[in-house]
């Protein structure tokens, strides 16, 4: 197409991320090179509505069929064009040449007055076929590849009634000279994939406090998990410009592999620095994820069902004194935990309690002011937040077996699980500088959530994280139904209750090796696998054809706020899809891709995608069932004294009478000396499920652990998994 007739059409103004992109672009053609990805397709994908589900997705997100042309006026103008057919290539090739033909794609440079900054390829061969995305930089900040593939899943489904699902297994295109490759930037700031390598591998070693990784070790066989991969893509977006998705890190676990993944964002050194405002702040808002935390809170009447009460027991004797000493140095290093919340014409706002002013709140207790207290007492305690701490700690002797048993009470409004794996590590530091007549030393000062709150609220709704979790879960099934397929005689049918009770399964030897073997064949995770095993599970009994399940994203979006204890945590909700002539293997890469895709969308609390897809605030949730993993459990550990002396401690399970969730499975990855454990506990909700039923789903699940033991089995299809 001419740049005449671009100029004939109604102009929009390019962003400024497109303006130093294009900018970029006519300067250094050769170091912004278009992005190339590709899968093979299932036999059952039908080519020709592939086509028009390409073409739907175009008209949906015009982006991707954009120009681009400099004004006159020294404006650089966008035009969204017309037909999206320019987006769609065919390519027949025969499988000798196939990869010479997949490698010449992208390799062309982009005109972008001519030529759309995104192609999809369906190439066709004799022995199977494919589709490759062929996607330029320019698009990086309206159109994700994440976000395409999402919508093109939808498209498809829609054209074919949800008889077979968009199945597609990522093909490896290596790129020649790697360690030559140069990643985009601006000029001297260019950084080839060996430095970006070089980068992500010290970031491997300073995360997992190992300095022998080498660039080719995979960071999940070292140790990683998902919560310290969240550390280092922050790490890497805010300290050097580099972005990787958590899809990138499953697929590419090495630091090698990793940064041929890598984007180099061109970032404006000179952006202005938000700065905290914590101490000039009496009354400040809430984050999002607070603000949904609050309604619900006060929803449920402020009762107890957002207490997290958790119990340790100590296995050798305990300084008290120096526990809590230590103890009061979190409180004075973590604002959050002295925070007291108050409501002011109808809106919650949270203030911080000065240093000063701790001598005036009791928040703890010893093993001699706790005679006839129990577990359960302190678990079932109503807070009042505008009154006192949020937090309460108290030593209770087991008068059983001599042992000192620890009740860590603290309301959710001001913890999350990341904040308590923070919390347990500076515990140990602070205990250790306490024993020896000191007091601790902290490397960095620990940011406010207040702080996180007011740049959140100066920051506002990202629009297009709303529409990501509305386009996925528009038509999605909601809640659990089980009734049909179950009896549930013995469910309580009384008015609604969040009265709860819990079981654990523990699973046989050797199944948490046997599910990590999956989970590394399958490039997911731990958490990926056995939260397909649960979602099978409920498919099997209920023979459900989705499940919309809630789980936790982190909700730290700055890399600032990495060490700070609060509650940042938002609920997602994942809509899982059965499709009988999927394989087991599918499945668990289904919801890999869309778990790790999602995490960059977190940042919207649930109750706004709810109200989005028109809800009421008097609905109940999308999900009734919750599944979450608590990995490297840090409530399992040790206190050392500065003589070397270990003190450990176990967690115990307190008494759980209430949830908020109809099945809440809690994914326990226990390390005792070095080696690693399974746990699945289970919190259902009384006026839901009966124990019959929550039995009936654990042997279900232990079925499909026992499943994935057999050799083979992730290429069985759904249809016949248990024939």
Known sequence: MSTHNLEAQSPLVACEHEEQVWLLQQQNPERIGQRRSVWTLDKAVDTSLLAQA???????????????????????????MADPAHCLQTLETQPNNLMSKLHALGEVSWDAATQPPFTAWIVITEENNLLAFVHHPILDQTCRQEEILSALQDCYHELVKHLHSLVLTEVQVQVSEPGNQTAHGDGEHSISVAQIGSIILNEFRSALADPDITPNDDFFDRGGHSLVAT?????????????????????????????????????????????????NVDLAPLTLAQTFLWRAYAGCGFSSIFNLPFALS?????????????????????????????????????????????????????????????????????????QELPIRIRFIPDVGNGRQVLSFLVHHMVIDEWSLNTMMRELAQAYCARASGKAPSWETQAQSIVDFALRQKKQGINQQHLDYWTRMLRDATRGLDLSDHIDQSAVSLDEQSFKAQWMELVP????????????????????????????LALHNLGNLKDLVIGTSASGRTDPEFFDTVGYFTTMVA?????????????????VTRTINESMSYADIPIDLIQSKLGMTAEDDLLFDVYVQIHANNALNGILIDPDGTSIRYRQILPDKDESLFGLHFEIMEDV???????????????????????????????????LFNVSGATDRKLEALFR
């Not at 004075?332 to 000063?356: C, K, M, N, P, W």
């Not at 989970?519 to 979602?535: E, H, M, N, P, W």
């Open 231 to 279: 550390r280092i893509i922050g790490k890497l977006a805010n300290s050097y410009g580099i972005e990787v998705s958590f899809n990138d890190f499953f697929r590419s676990p090495s630091a090698a592999a990793l940064a041929t993944c890598a984007i180099v964002n061109i970032r404006d050194d000179a952006q202005e620095a938000s700065s905290g405002a914590s101490g």
């Open 672 to 706: 005792f000396d070095g080696k690693r454990d399974l746990r699945l506990v289970v919190t259902y909700r009384l006026d839901r499920y009966s124990r019959p039923l929550v039995r009936a789903i654990f042997a279900e699940i232990n079925r499909i652990f026992a």
């Open 314 to 386: 100590f296995l050798d004797r305990v300084d008290e004194n120096l526990f809590f000493d230590a103890f009061n140095d979190l409180l004075v290093r973590h604002a959050g935990l002295r925070t007291t919340f108050h409501v002011q014409d109808g809106e919650a706002h949270q203030r911080i309690v000065l240093d000063s002013e701790l001598g005036r709140y009791k928040w703890c207790w010893k093993s001699d002011e706790s005679e006839g207290v129990t577990l359960a007492d302190e678990a079932s305690y109503v807070f009042d937040l505008s």
């Open 574 to 590: 994942h809509r899982v899809q059965f499709f009988p002539h999927q394989s087991v293997g599918d499945l668990i890469r289904e």
């Open 508 to 535: 046989d030897p050797g199944t948490y090796e046997q599910l990590s073997s999956v989970a590394k064949d399958q490039r997911s995770s731990l958490f990926g696998v056995v939260y397909t095993a649960i979602a």
């Open 54 to 80: 390409i073409t739907e997705v175009v008209e949906r997100m015009p982006d991707l069929n954009a120009r681009y042309l400099f004004s006159d006026e020294g404006d650089l103008q966008k035009f969204r």
